[in-house]
């Protein structure tokens, strides 16, 4: 599986991560998911970016070894994967907030993009 | 009638069928009921019909529990005891409260909710609650609009509480009984001791003595001591004529596992949309002429496969007051009045206290939510909320009531109260507020952030002032001190009746059950004794 991500991951370019941080950034926004105020403090002793990206990519594309499916499927495969991850209880909790770890992963992918 | 003890040439002696002792929710419960019932019945009270603090002070106590907390003001000794303090909310025990075993020496209760459910019905009388609601308030056709939770109700449920106006059972009944012809109110008098046969198995007598030194022995067929969940232990204990270990403690259970509701401020839960202030989670509400709380609490389904205590999360709109903000813009203030800001570290220190405030003020920066986000009480609707918890605890041996070396002013023991919580309650709170985050955060409804102290496992608790369990209902004599119809083990004309016979305790508060209780144990005092003996 992590065949498949080191695939799609390109340092030269810079598309599938705008892809990533886009489908990211729709569960968060558009799907009315909330992220909640997280100071950096949290985040710093996280993994790398590539690291994060291609744990995301592990969850989004699961059962799809090769390819680059149409963003909104990605979309739903996260927004399953946060509702798994709440149904079996898997939480973090960061800075009081409880949030799954999916969400976790995407929240600090997205502040090491930033 | 009504008497005043202070007022009896003493020594006096008086000889009655039934001697209650104590004049709060249960013992005016069973006089009221044993009016006109051919027996007659001493009522005894500590205090008189308003409150005296030289009688109040006889319920200072040594207190080494795990909080600190001056146990004087946590009940009330005068005509209608704790009624004439209580918050009023009311709703029965669950069924399952009354299946709940927590291991073989903490059976479950010896009674079913359905043994109970006919007496309830009277005590919703006389709490004046009106038609028995509770859950289905969640029947209202227009409930789904006012309820901001999942309609998932699988592991949390919503329930429903009614609110008593509170009746104050001392000034709601004292006409009645003074009006009453076989019920004798007996005012300031205090128990000094209870006088049991030399084999243990009988009590011959009840010492009263006043503050002044009034005294009086009374002679009752049946005895029933309802003075509280630290009174009757403590009342047992101290009695030790033919015992060192008091009265009916032949198995040292008197006076253990001490139980209260303990509760905590949890934190905010942020919904994704605006919810309405007016739900009735928010706020409670008059429904054919009773008064309604919403709240969530855990299903049956919940509570067996994590073996945790009942518990209820309750909701407020609004969040802490923004003292940060106050005391921000008290300092600027001062500062450009060029004087030194007054009181300068303690405004600091509700800054930093209230750092969420703070942390929501940079989350609309950062994310540039509009101001429904911070508070549901100041509009309409919002999508911020706290949450509060207050749950059941634990049977634990080593939470307790014993008699502490110093004396009061009759020359009794005080008490000592040893409330300790045991790993299992710890364990209640933290799987209920992580259940409440995964229902939120499943159906995507909002999220749930916990306060830094409980972030740290360090949390304030509360008390409920629920005192329970220390003169348990068994049905083997081994686990308990009264059996099912609140007699005490072993002793033929002693009954005990109150919260301290509550071997768990739910969620629910306790006034309602204790009232049920007594209207049942007045049901069997009727059926059993009948011989005239007036006073």
Known sequence: MFGSIRFLYNRRDDSPQIALAGIVALVFKENARLPPPISSCFLDQHSAVHTLEEQLWAIISADEPLGCPESTAHHDKLVTAITADYECNALQNVDGWYISETEYLMLSYLYRLV | MLSDLNQFDSPATLEVDICIVGAGAAGITIALELIDSGLSVLLVESGSLEYEQSTQ?????????????????????????????????????????????????????????????????????????????????????????????????????????????????????????????????????NIKELVDTEDRTKITSISLCSLKGHQVEVKARQYVLAAGGLENPRILLFSKRHNINGIANTHDLVGRSYMDHFGTYIGKILFNRPVSSDAVFFQEKNF????????????????????????????????????????????????????????????????????????????????????????????????????????????????????????????????????????????????ATRELAGMLGKTNSGRLRITSDLEKNNPSYSISCHHSGTTRMSKDPQNGVVDKDCKAHGIENLYIIGSSVFPSIGWANPTLTIVALSVRLAEKLKRTHTTRHNV
């Not at chain 2, 067996?304 to 903000?325: M, Q, R, V, Y």
Request: net charge negative.
């Open chain 2, 288 to 431: 054919k002429g009773t008064r309604i709380g919403g709240c969530l609490a855990p299903t049956e389904k919940l509570l067996n496969e994590k073996n945790i205590g009942n518990f209820i999360f309750l909701f407020g709109t609004g969040t802490e007051p923004d003292l940060s903000i106050e005391m921000l813009k008290s300092i600027k203030q001062d500062i450009s009045s060029m004087r030194w800001p007054e009181n300068l570290l303690t405004k600091l220190s509700k800054i930093v206290s209230n750092a969420d405030t703070m942390a929501n003020l940079a989350y609309k920066n950062i994310f540039d939510t509009d101001e429904r986000l911070f508070d549901i009480e100041s509009k309409k609707s919002g999508q911020l909320c706290s949450v509060s918890i207050n749950m059941e605890q634990f049977q634990n041996n080593n939470s307790r009531v014993l008699l502490s070396n110093e004396l009061d002013s009759l020359g009794l023991p005080k008490i000592k109260l040893d409330w300790q919580l045991c790993d299992e309650d710890k364990r209640t709170l933290e799987v």
């Open chain 2, 57 to 189: 002070n006889l319920y200072k106590g040594e207190n080494v529990s795990f909080m600190d907390f001056p146990l004087e003001t946590t009940r009330l000794r005068y005509f209608g005891g704790t009624t004439n303090h209580w918050g009023g909310m009311c709703r029965q025990l669950d069924s399952y409260d009354f299946r709940k075993e927590s291991s073989d020496q903490w059976p479950s209760w010896p009674l079913s909710k359905p043994d109970l459910m006919p007496y309830y019905a009277k005590a919703q009388e006389l709490c004046e609650l009106g038609d028995s609601i509770y859950d289905n308030y969640s029947l209202r056709a227009d409930l789904p609009g006012e309820n901001p939770f999942p309609d998932d109700t699988t592991r949390l449920k919503p329930v429903f509480f009614q609110r008593s106006k509170p009746t104050r059972f001392g000034q709601k009944y004292v006409e009645q009984l003074k009006r009453s012809h076989n019920v004798h109110v007996l005012l300031h008098a």
